[in-house]
C-alpha cells in the first residue's frame, strides 16, 4: 500500500519529515522517497529502494544533501516516487497512494491518443503516479484536475503535491477508503496518513480529510479547495492488519478496536461453546496480539506468548517478493517458548487467514515444538475478494485465497453462487468450509469474525465501511 507525509513551514522542516516519513514503513517495503522546496534551490528529489534495507538507513544522511522549509516524503509498496514534474500548471513534486485498475485504458485512450508519451518502465507499464499527474495535467488548475483524474481512475488514489511556490495540496481518494490527516503547530501545517506521526512532532490534530476533499497547506494557513462528498467507504481492514496500534482513524483508535475485537470473539465462543479448557491464549505477532488480549480479558484464559516474533533484522514477514522466500522468513523468524507450548492445548488469534500458508507453517512449528492442540481464531471473516481498491492481500486473483480454493474444491464453480452462505458462521456452507480449512491447517478448530462483528468492533455506521474483501460490498 504506502504512506506519505509532508509540512509547509517557515523554517527548515527536513529532520521533521524524515522522521514523518519513517513512521510510515510499516505501509509499504518497496521505495521511500523525499521532495522538498527551498527558495534558493528550489525542487529537490530523492528515491531509495528499501527493499533490502529499512528507510532510515537510506535516508539518514539527507540533511547533507537537502534542505526546504516545505517537505513531503512517502512509503510506496508500487512505483518509485515522488514524482518530480514539469507541466502546464508549473513544477511541482508528487506523490500518491493506491491502485488504479483501468491504467492502460486511461493511458490509451485519454493520454497516448492526444500525442502525450510517458517514461516506460519494464514491460511497458507507467509509473502510477506519473499516470496521476498526466491526468491532472489535462485541466486547467491542480483542483479540476485531481477532481478529473480521480473521477476516471478505477480503483483509489489519494494525493500529495508540492507545488513550486511552497505550498501543499492534499486530497484524500473519492470515497475516503484512506485517511489523510492534516495537523498544525506555531510552525506551519503538516498532513500525513497516519495521525501520531503528527502528534510526535508537536502538532495539534486539525481535521481529517473528509472523502474527496482538497486542501492548500502554506505555513500560514489552510484552505479548503474543494469540499468533501458524502459516500465514504473508508477500509475495515486498516483496524484488523494495516493500521499501526497507535493510529486513530475516523475518530476509532486501531489498538482498542483490536480489544473490543477479540471480546467479540471470545464472546460467540462462549455462546457457542466452543473453545473449552484452553491451557493459554495467544496472538500471531505482532497485529494478531491485540485480538489476542481483548479474547484473553474477556473470555478468562491466561495470555500468553507461546513463540517469540525475532524482528531486529526482518520486520515484516512479506517483505521479498517471492512467496516461498516470504514463508521461508517467517519461519525462521518465530522462536519457541516451550514451556507454554509443549502439552498445551493453545488458542492462536490471527488477524486475518488469507493464502493460509504463513498460519500453516505457525501451526505446524507449534505441534513441532510439543503442543497438544492448536485452535485458530481469525480476526476478520474468509477473504474472499482479493481487494481491488488498496491490494493489501498482495492476492492477484482471487483464486489465490484459501476461502476460493476450499469452495472450488468442495463444489466447484457453482460454489461461487453461495458467497453470503461461506461467509455465514451458522450456514451449513459456512461450517463446510471453516471444518475444510480447518483440516488442511491441521487445527483442532477453526472460526472466523464475523462481518458483523468487526463492524460492532469499529462502531461507526455499516455504510461508511468498505468490506469488500469479505462480502463483496463496496
Same mark, same amino acid.
Given at each position: ?84 514534474? %514539469? ?203 491485540? @485480538? ?62 488469507? %493464502? ?18 492448536? @485452535? ?99
Amino acid at each position: 500500500m504506502g504512506g506519505f507525509f509532508g509540512i509547509a513551514s517557515h523554517h527548515d522542516v527536513m529532520l521533521d519529515v524524515f522522521f514523518g516519513v519513517d513512521y510510515h514503513t510499516h505501509l509499504g517495503t518497496r521505495r521511500g522517497g523525499m521532495a522538498a522546496y527551498d527558495k534558493e534551490i528550489g525542487l529537490q528529489r530523492k528515491i531509495h529502494n528499501i527493499e533490502n534495507s529499512p528507510f532510515r538507513t537510506k535516508f539518514e544522511h539527507i540533511l547533507d544533501e537537502m534542505k526546504g522549509t516545505s517537505v513531503i516524503g512517502c512509503i510506496s509498496d508500487t512505483d518509485p516516487q515522488p514524482m518530480l514534474i %514539469r507541466s502546464r500548471l508549473g513544477t511541482y513534486a508528487i506523490t500518491t497512494i493506491g491502485i488504479i485498475n483501468n491504467a492502460d485504458e486511461l493511458i490509451n485512450n485519454h493520454l497516448l491518443s492526444s500525442g502525450g508519451h510517458f517514461d516506460a518502465m519494464t514491460g511497458g507499464r507507467v509509473n502510477t503516479t506519473e499516470l496521476v499527474a498526466a491526468l491532472i495535467n489535462q485541466s486547467e488548475t491542480f483542483v479540476e484536475g485531481i477532481k478529473a483524474a480521480q473521477e476516471l481512475i478505477d480503483g483509489t488514489t489519494s494525493i500529495l503535491i508540492l507545488k513550486e511556490d511552497g505550498k501543499l495540496i492534499a486530497a484524500r481518494d473519492k470515497v475516503g477508503r484512506l485517511p489523510v490527516i492534516i495537523g498544525k503547530r506555531e510552525d506551519g501545517y503538516g498532513v500525513s496518513f497516519e495521525d501520531f506521526a503528527l502528534t510526535k512532532l508537536d502538532f495539534t490534530i486539525e481535521k481529517e480529510l473528509g472523502p474527496g476533499e482538497i486542501v492548500e497547506l502554506s505555513a500560514d494557513e489552510m484552505v479548503q479547495l474543494s469540499p468533501p462528498g458524502e459516500k465514504m467507504r473508508i477500509c475495515s481492514f486498516l483496524w484488523s492488519y494495516y493500521g499501526y496500534p497507535t493510529s486513530t482513524y475516523e475518530g476509532v483508535n486501531v489498538e482498542t478496536m483490536r480489544y473490543r475485537n477479540g471480546a467479540i470473539m471470545a464472546e460467540n465462543d462462549k455462546k457457542e461453546n466452543r473453545a473449552v479448557d484452553m491451557d493459554y491464549v495467544g496472538g500471531v505477532p505482532d497485529s494478531g496480539t491485540p @485480538h489476542a488480549i481483548g479474547y484473553a480479558n474477556k473470555s478468562g484464559y491466561h495470555f500468553a506468548r507461546a513463540f517469540i516474533k525475532y524482528t531486529p533484522t526482518w520486520s515484516r514477514s512479506f517483505t521479498p517478493a517471492n512467496q516461498k522466500d516470504r514463508n521461508r522468513i517467517a519461519k525462521m523468524k518465530q522462536i519457541p517458548v516451550h514451556d507454554l507450548i509443549a502439552d498445551k492445548k493453545l488458542l492462536l488469534i490471527d488477524d486475518s487467514v488469507v %493464502r493460509g500458508t504463513q498460519l500453516k507453517e505457525t501451526v505446524d512449528f507449534l505441534y513441532e515444538n510439543g503442543a497438544r492442540e492448536v @485452535h485458530v481464531r481469525s480476526a476478520c471473516p474468509p477473504i474472499m475478494y482479493a481487494c481491488k481498491f488498496l491490494n493489501f492481500s498482495r492476492a492477484n486473483t482471487d483464486m489465490e485465497l484459501i476461502a476460493r480454493r476450499v469452495i472450488m474444491e468442495l463444489e466447484g464453480e457453482e460454489g461461487f453462487s453461495h458467497i453470503d452462505e461461506y461467509c455465514d458462521t451458522n450456514s451449513e456452507r459456512g461450517k463446510k468450509l471453516r471444518a475444510a480449512i480447518g483440516k488442511k491447517l491441521h487445527l483442532g478448530s477453526l472460526e472466523f469474525q464475523t462481518v458483523e462483528g468487526v463492524i460492532e468492533a469499529i462502531g461507526i455506521e455499516p455504510c461508511k465501511l468498505c468490506t469488500y474483501c469479505w462480502n463483496g460490498k463496496e
